[in-house]
Structures are given as structure tokens and as C-alpha cells.
């Protein structure tokens, strides 16, 4: 590349140097393998394919349906469900699709509120799922910041919504979703749960699984997956509770609503190096190490969460259950954007975000979030996550001392060095 495009391979280089040489801390992100990447720049992306396995609008894809049925067995066999569908672009139009399939526009939904740590999907304003569903958010305690499940069924009961969703990106406890099941069955709703932050700690065993509870699963590849860009929904049980909401004669199951959904409702030819891509991560999440790493990136986190309570700052519900943290730096004298600058400086890599409650605008908001997954990839420990909270510690402290800044990034360059990232990859 560099004899054809100077400037792009360039930065390209410069992107691998910056994940080589910082810590990368935002927790949504993380390191994808080799045989990964591999899938991701193959001969994949060239090829067509509308439709599904045996099923398909272009000829030429007697190899991608091998691809795509890989995909979608070891989806099926990892999580447990009896339906996946491996095509959607991304967690967003995953989402999507469950509510084009589930619901006619206009209808009732209760997600978190973005603000206390849901995801523009699950009902925010701006998103298409708050402006054209009804939206009625729930929340979290004002004193504990946790949900109370009781008032989750309270406000249940009272709105009768037709779905209620179930997950988080900025919750730093336990889903408990069962207790989200019982919710949705009393109120005769169908119930989505978004795994996508947690959904290799679910494999991993150190959170609940939502299949014996939900109606419809959704994921993102990546994050805690460690695998490419992209998602699957999954139905734990193809049939549940469709005649409930559709006609009798409905011709239509679960599985059938999802997958006309996804392609034709909202997409057209699914991206195959993607597919390739998560059927090898997938593979790669099968294996007694990514159970290891799954349960390792909890101990980071809680690590990490302790070391930080000791330097005085103040977390979230108090600390961690899962693989991220969301720090509230009001008596800090920073806000979350001032914080992230400064982290960025010295090659910490967070992104800043509000708390619940906070009285700061979203842009410059009073927190910043940050997590363990990609440090974890790389072999971080809980004796490094210390030395990580140490030198996060050192920097919001001393804002503008440069001396102090100098010596965190040496001390980064010495964690880095110690666990490197893609050695061989240039």
C-alpha cells in the first residue's frame, strides 16, 4: 500500500503504533486475532449474496452459504438459542430489526434511559426507537444508582408496554434478567435483551444468561466478544408467545419475523467478510482460554475499580461487576471531557460520559467511562490494572504538570512493552 496510497498507509500505521503503544480503555473496544483480521481482508468482500443459505438472489455462493452456516451453528451452540441470524450490519440495525419485526410503529417500549446508562436504541429521542415507538424509559436509584426492579415493574404495570428491553452500556452491575422475565411476562410484553457489552462474560459464565428468560437476543460482535464489527439476533425459542401479538392464522414464527426483518425489511446482501469474520471469532470463543479470559477481565476490572477507590475517586454504584466502569468526577474539579484530554495525552484512551443524574451537558458531561476487555487481550493482570489505576491517579491530580505527565507516559511505555500487540504486524 504504500507504493499506491502514501498517505492512507501512513495513517493506518499510525492507528497500529497508537494501539501498540497506549492503553486502550474504552470498553466497548477491544483486539481482535489475527485469524480475524485475516477473514476481514480476504476475497469475501467481493461477492453478493441477498438472501439466505440456499436461499439466495445471486448465483456463486455455494461457499458463502458454508460460511454463513458456520456462523450461525456455532452462534446456536455457544448461547444455547434455537434460531441466529448472523447478517445485520451492526448492534444498531440489530435492534432495529426486532422492533420492524415486533412491533408497528407508534407501539409502547421501555428501555433504559440513555442517561443512566442504556443505549440510544433502546428508546432515546433521537434515535428511531424514540421517535417513531412510544418511549417510556426507566432508570436508576437516585442514591444507589442501581435498578430497582420494583420500580421497573411498577412503571411496567402502569404503561403496559409491548416491549421491554433489557441491557446496558454504561451499568457497571449485574443484569439480572430473570427478574426482567418476570417483569415482561406479567405485563405480557415481549422481552429484548441487548448483551452486546457482556455477551463473552455471558459465555465466560461470570454473568447470567438471558436465553431462558428473553423472547429475542441481540448482540454486537466485538467488544467482550473480541471478534469483528457487526452483530446477531437470536431467538432462544423460535415460537414464544407470537399469537399473542399477530393473528391466529399469522403464517409467521419468530425465527421467520427476525430473519424478513433483517433482509428484505432493512438490509439488502449481507457483508461476507464480516460473517467469515465472526464465525472465527466465534470458533475463538469456544475454547477453555476465552472462558479464562472472560473471568479475567472481571478481576481486571474489579482491580482496577479498588485501586481507584483508593486514589479517592468516586465510581459509579461503588465499583464493578462486569468489565467497565463509569467514574464521576465532581470532586475532582475536571469534567469527563477535560478528563479524557488529559488521559489522551499521556496514551490512556476513555471516553467521557454522563452519570445518572448529572446536571453537566452530554459533551462535556461529569464522568468518563473506561473498562478492561482490550487490556485484558493483551495479558493484563490484576497486579497491572493497580499500576493503570495508579497512573490514571497521577494524571487527573496533577492536571498540568508536564513533569508528572512525562513519567505516566513512561510508565505506560513499560506496561506496553510488556505485553505487546501484534508484534508480527506491520
Known sequence: MEH????????????????????????????????????????????????????????????????????????????????????????????????????????????????????????????????YYHS??????????????????????????????????????????????????????YLLTDIAHIAGLIIAEVHQSPVPY?????????????GPRGAIIMCPRIEDRLKEKYHEDSKWNLAE????????????GPHNHQTAAIATALDEASTPAFKRYGEQIVKNARALA????????????????NHLILIDLSNKNLSGGEAETLLDEVGITVNKNTVPYDTRKPMDPSGVRLGTPALTTRGFTEVDMKLVADVIADVIHNPKKELVKESVRKKISELTQRHPLYAGLS
Open 4 to 131: 499506491h496510497d502514501a498517505k492512507l498507509d501512513e495513517a493506518l500505521a499510525a492507528e497500529l503504533a497508537r494501539q501498540q503503544n497506549g492503553l486502550e480503555m474504552i470498553p466497548s473496544e477491544n483486539f481482535v486475532s489475527p485469524a480475524v483480521l485475516r477473514a476481514l481482508g480476504s476475497v469475501l468482500t467481493n461477492k453478493y449474496s441477498e438472501g439466505y443459505p440456499g436461499k439466495r438472489y445471486y448465483g456463486g455462493n455455494e461457499f458463502i452459504d458454508v460460511i454463513e452456516n458456520l456462523a450461525i451453528s456455532r452462534a446456536k451452540k455457544l448461547f444455547g438459542v434455537q434460531h441466529a441470524n448472523v447478517q445485520p450490519y451492526s448492534g444498531s440495525p440489530a435492534n432495529q430489526a426486532v422492533y420492524y419485526a415486533l412491533l408497528k410503529p407508534g407501539e409502547k417500549v421501555m428501555g433504559m434511559s440513555l442517561t443512566h446508562g442504556g443505549h440510544l436504541t433502546h428508546g432515546w429521542k433521537v434515535s428511531f426507537s424514540g421517535r
Open 136 to 189: 417510556v424509559p426507566y432508570g436508576v436509584d437516585k442514591e444507589t444508582h442501581l435498578i430497582d426492579y420494583d420500580v421497573v415493574l411498577e412503571l411496567a404495570r402502569k404503561e403496559r408496554p409491548q416491549l421491554i428491553i433489557a441491557g446496558a452500556t454504561a451499568y457497571p452491575r449485574a443484569i439480572d434478567f430473570k427478574a426482567f422475565g418476570q417483569i415482561a411476562a406479567e405485563v405480557g410484553a
Open 214 to 226: 428473553a423472547d429475542v437476543v441481540t448482540t454486537t460482535t466485538h467488544k467482550t466478544l473480541r
Open 257 to 268: 419475523l427476525i430473519d424478513r426483518a433483517v433482509f428484505p425489511g432493512l438490509q439488502g
Open 306 to 321: 479498588d485501586q481507584l477507590l483508593a486514589h479517592d475517586f468516586r465510581l459509579i454504584t461503588g465499583g464493578t461487576d
